[in-house]
């Protein structure tokens, strides 16, 4: 049995990891809640989002952390682009329809990066790399620490934003009830566009906070889509307050995983959890009943 | 199939060689001789790019030399014709590019860098009983298995251990055997597993406990909760058996996570290179492998050193396999007068090929591995490799144990 | 008349020498019987599952692991990997459709299946962890592995029949029938006394049977298998894609869909030979065919056909 010190450094690590985490599940739940879409894009979005950091990193030396307020405009732009040319036109609204849109913008984009990138896995050194903080007897990498108070700054960020702006509320009043928005003048279309950009922004982040302490290939988003979707199902569909929960809940379970059960075991924390919790409370912790599958 | 991605001069020289040769030759001569194609298998993409493009390019140097010497002498001035394959990784992919470039004609293969790569493609190869040059590849059934065509030049896993235990042995009794345990981080492929394993079953034969055994996959960045594992056993020293970008990631953790360590040591590590010296002194500084090396003090090897490093490229030991084990097929060639596959294969099986700077014993082949080879222990010493055991090809005595980073 | 036509087409591979023609005939005919394999439960049945080279997986390591470990002679896998794929199928449909799960919910949950079994066959010994299985090589019909690459593309033709005939069963029976109907409308199936549940689980009990099957017949090919292999997601995409491609819930969709990817995959490779460029292919079909022809290929040269 691992002692005490070692369950609180692993414990630790997995909050930090669980908190960029939760901003990327954040813009899946927006878009859950708001399109009611099952955004199957979003692990090949978020490598997109790393593979621009990284460039910047390696060309531009540019660290993360500042090319991050770049990266995310323009990873709204693509995702906005993305729903208004192709998932909006191709899927026509149908379910099925949008389900297999989303897997095939992932396959296209993940082989596209395979194309131009080759398989190789990249990382960066940036001036953090090595530092580490020290809190009593834990030693916890610097870069994380601040990777995720940024996250949280941002999900709260995001949070106010749909909570409390015209915009936000013109979001929300269309995730609820597209035909009345429509009688009040909001146009479904244009806000489940900007809803789906917003959504893809926060992986623009995300990617710029996970770049220094991860790697980036082509296939680094298949890891991410059982996460996020973990995340998401555990905290409830378009819950807010589920996704930040959920996304620290998974870290963590990820990181206590790899611990006790080994590198090799670990990452069937994921999947059992988020078959455990389709099975047995599909709506999460914080969804309502009956919502579970369309 | 990808083209080569070797950049430097040695791409441009080749070509200009070429066509230069073309141009010089008359009319009548031109006609001539017959090309050997020569099948290179390796992971050029992917989780294994770095040490795949270095066998390539070590392969690539040798067959540039052997036709800029007039070809193989033996079969009328015949040039290879190299046709370069990238396994990506995938064993299936391996094994699919030597049915392909079977058709395609090629009268021999050197490959994977992988033991994994290795394994799919000479059992494809076995098919053709075309001969298969091993460049890299450790572990023992890839010359076990009773496939006729498979030969390897460099030592095997049963032997690369065995020898890293001798000299871990020495040295730990040379410094008062202050390590007595330890715990082993390895790929979980079939290198990093089987080399484990065959670690873990002598070890305690040298008074050194087996604490741990960690598996992890290839790729693996975050190290995090291994080191913590590593810290809760409290072994004195750690063994890392795995591939270039997780030994590094490996190693970095260790420090930052200020491990208490008499030292550690790899079998065949994959990322402990003069790259990894140059890059991260801080870390690297002290570390101890048992690896691959040229014989330091043979000027031949410094040279091919100076010629690798002013084309831009670093020294490592996966360009000096894929240099010597087309070197080998060239040698068999030359003896055999012909690239037929049977001719090959016997010339290979009573080959003596002794023109290498290699710190090898004499050659000889026994079910297609030479019991001459043997690797060395090396150790980063102020930012550069040195040769610590054993001592007929020593260059610097080991720090042992290691110094306080 | 078309079937016969069709079926001679398929023996031409047969009289050709060439190994590398033969061997991308057998990659199409594969896929085809994978897609239709898929399209039994997807198509046939509406359940789009994302996750169905678990089923594959699962077959393959069955067949290495009755070998190598138990000394079995390599044609009990087939039995063998059917009853695992099936019982699969039954467990994973019971337990999924009594929690309701369906649509998207489903398809990742089948997706989380497949990755837990590829985490538990990289981390068992049994399966060889990391490093993998490896059969020895012994050419010969008692062995089941074939140095002639025409051999093994008679069996794959042998595993596209069963498929299709099971299609076929589909199409005809009164089991086919139920599945239609909760197809549709899973409420008015149930209104009429369907037993929704079990209909489905034994839809893709038959479905996962089949799948396996298919992974037999790669390890028995290639005499490899590793978790990456065995369970790889880009698998799970291309069975669903054939069929969708060619007409998902018809008889010769899948055919028709593993010829067209193969084509668009097999030239694209000549064209431009990166890795990844195949594949890219791939989702950029899917795209068109979802934005252009949601019936699949079929529709266009069946349309009148009725659809089953």
Redesign the interface.
């Known amino acids: 049995m691992?002692?005490f010190e070692?369950v609180a450094?692993?414990l630790a690590?997995g909050v930090l990891t669980g908190g960029v985490y939760a901003l990327a599940a954040l813009g899946l739940t927006l878009i859950y809640g708001v399109l009611h879409i099952v955004n199957f894009a979003h692990g090949a979005l978020l490598m997109v989002a790393m593979y621009g950091a990284w460039f910047l990193a390696t060309w531009l030396g540019v660290d993360p952390l500042v090319a991050l307020p770049v990266v995310t405009p323009v990873m709204f732009v693509l995702g906005w682009g993305l729903y208004r040319w192709v998932i909006g036109p191709v899927s026509r609204g149908e379910d099925r329809a949008i389900l297999l849109a989303t897997l095939g913008v992932s396959v296209v984009l993940e082989n596209l990066a395979l194309v131009l990138f080759?398989?190789?896995?990249r990382?960066i050194e940036t001036a953090l790399?090595?530092q580490?903080l020290e809190l009593g007897p834990l030693?916890l990498?610097l870069s994380k620490v601040i990777s995720a108070g940024v996250a949280m700054v941002l999900a709260a960020s995001l949070w106010a934003f749909i909570a409390m702006t015209s915009t936000g509320q013109a979001i929300r009043a269309v995730a609820r009830e597209p035909t009345g928005a429509r009688l009040v003048g909001i146009r479904p279309q244009r806000m489940f566009a900007l809803a789906y950009g917003i959504g893809i922004a926060s992986l623009g982040a995300a990617g710029c906070l996970l770049l220094p302490?991860?790697?980036v290939?082509p296939t680094v988003g298949e890891n991410f889509v059982l996460v996020a979707f973990t995340i998401v199902v555990l905290g409830g569909m378009g819950s807010f307050p589920g996704a930040l929960l959920g996304g620290v809940i998974v870290g963590v379970a990820e990181?206590l995983g790899?611990?006790f059960l080994?590198?090799?075991l670990?990452p069937i924390s994921i999947s059992l959890t988020f078959i455990a919790i389709l099975l047995l409370r599909p709506q999460g912790l914080f969804g309502r009943p009956g919502e579970a599958g369309r | 199939?990808?083209n080569s991605a070797v950049p430097g001069q040695l791409t441009r020289r080749s070509a200009v060689a070429a066509g230069l040769a073309t141009l010089a030759a008359p009319a009548v001569l031109r006609a001539a001789p017959s090309t050997i194609r020569l099948g290179l298998i390796h992971p050029v993409?992917?989780?294994l790019?770095f040490s795949g493009n270095q066998c390539r390019l070590g392969a690539t140097i040798a067959i540039d030399d052997i036709n800029g010497a007039g070809g193989v002498a033996a079969m009328g001035g015949a040039k290879i014709e190299p046709l370069l394959g990238?396994a990506?990784?995938?064993?299936?992919i391996a094994?699919?590019l030597v049915?392909?470039m079977a058709?395609q004609g090629a009268s021999a293969f050197v490959g994977c860098f992988a033991s994994?790569l290795g394994?799919?493609a000479t059992?494809a190869a076995?098919?053709y009983n075309i001969p298969f040059s091993i460049d890299s590849g450790i572990v023992d059934s890839l010359t076990t298995?009773g496939?006729a065509n498979v030969y390897r030049l460099f030592p095997n896993a049963s032997s690369v251990t065995a020898d890293s235990l001798l000299a871990l042995d020495m040295i730990n009794k040379k410094a008062g055997s202050p390590a007595k345990s330890c715990a082993i981080v390895h790929?979980?492929?079939?290198f990093?597993?089987?080399t484990a394993q065959q670690l873990a079953g002598l070890l305690p034969k040298i008074g050194i406990e087996v604490k741990a055994l960690?598996?992890?996959?290839t790729?693996?960045?975050?190290f995090?909760?291994?080191v913590?594992?590593i810290?809760?056993e409290k072994p004195d020293l750690v063994m890392i058996s795995n591939y270039q970008?997780e030994y590094v990631a490996l190693a970095?953790t260790l420090?930052?996570?200020?491990v208490e360590l008499v030292g550690t040591w790899s079998v065949a590590g994959g990322g402990f290179n003069l790259k990894f010296a140059k890059e991260q002194p801080?870390v690297a500084e002290g570390m101890l492998d048992f690896n691959h090396w040229y014989a330091p003090k043979n000027p031949k090897a410094v040279a091919f050193r100076k010629r690798v490093e002013e084309a831009g490229q670093t020294m490592t030991w996966e360009v000096l396999f894929g240099y010597f084990a087309v070197k080998l097929l060239g040698d068999a060639w030359q003896r055999a007068g012909s690239a037929g596959k049977e001719e090959t294969i016997a010339a290979l099986a009573s080959s003596t090929f002794a023109d290498h700077f290699m710190p090898y014993g004499p050659t000889k082949f026994t079910n297609g591995q030479n019991s001459g080879a043997h690797a060395v222990a090396l150790q980063i010493q102020k930012g550069d490799m040195e040769v610590v055991w054993p001592e007929e090809f020593a260059s610097a005595a080991a720090v042992f144990p290691r110094a306080k980073l | 008349m078309r079937a016969l036509m069709v079926g001679l087409a398929l023996l031409v591979p047969l009289a050709v020498p060439?190994?590398?023609l033969v061997?991308l005939a057998m990659l199409t005919v594969t896929s085809a019987a994978l897609g239709q394999a898929w399209n039994l439960a997807g198509g046939f049945g509406g359940m789009t599952s994302f996750g169905h080279v678990a089923f594959f997986g699962l077959g393959a390591y069955v067949a290495a692991i009755g070998q190598l470990h138990f000394g079995l002679s390599p044609w009990l896998g087939l039995p063998l990997a059917a009853l695992v794929g099936g019982a699969a199928g039954a467990a994973m449909g019971a337990a999924a459709f009594r929690a309701r799960l369906r649509g998207s919910y489903f398809a990742l949950v089948t997706l989380a299946v497949a990755e837990a079994l590829r985490v538990l066959a990289?981390s068992l010994d049994i399966t060889g962890?990391?490093?993998?299985l490896?059969l020895?090589?012994a050419?010969g019909l008692a062995q089941f592995q074939f140095?002639d690459r025409r051999l093994s593309y008679l069996a794959a033709l042998i595993l596209l029949g069963l498929t299709m005939a099971a299609a076929s069963h589909l199409g005809r029976s009164r089991f086919g029938a139920r599945l239609a109907a909760l197809r549709e409308s899973e409420a008015a199936a149930s209104a009429l006394g369907i037993d929704v549940v079990w209909v489905k689980t034994q839809a893709l009990a038959l479905s996962g049977a089949l799948t396996a099957l298919g992974g037999v017949l790669y390890v028995q090919t290639?005499?490899?298998i590793?978790p990456?292999?065995a369970f790889s997601p880009q698998r799970s995409v291309e069975m669903l894609l054939v069929a969708l491609i060619g007409g998902a819930g018809t008889l010769w969709g899948p055919l028709l869909g593993a010829l067209v990817l193969h084509v668009v995959a097999d030239g694209t490779q000549l064209l431009v030979?990166?890795?990844g460029v195949a594949p890219m292919m791939y989702g950029v079909l899917l795209l068109l065919i979802v934005a252009l022809l949601p019936k699949g290929i079929a529709s266009l040269r069946f349309g009148r056909r009725r659809n089953a």
């Open positions: 691992p002692g070692i450094a692993s690590g080759r398989g190789d896995t990382s790399s090595y580490m030693l990498p302490s991860f790697y290939s990181s790899g611990l080994g590198e090799s670990g | 199939m990808s993409s992917g989780a790019a990238d990506q990784g995938r064993p299936e094994a699919s049915d392909q058709e994994a394994l799919a059992q076995a098919k298995r496939l790929e979980d492929s079939a990093g597993t089987q960690i598996p992890h996959a790729p693996t960045r975050d995090t909760n291994i913590l594992r810290k809760q970008n970095r420090v930052q996570q200020r801080g | 060439q190994q590398y061997t990289n962890a990391g490093v993998g490896q020895r090589l050419p140095v290639y005499l490899y590793d990456s292999i030979s990166r890795p």
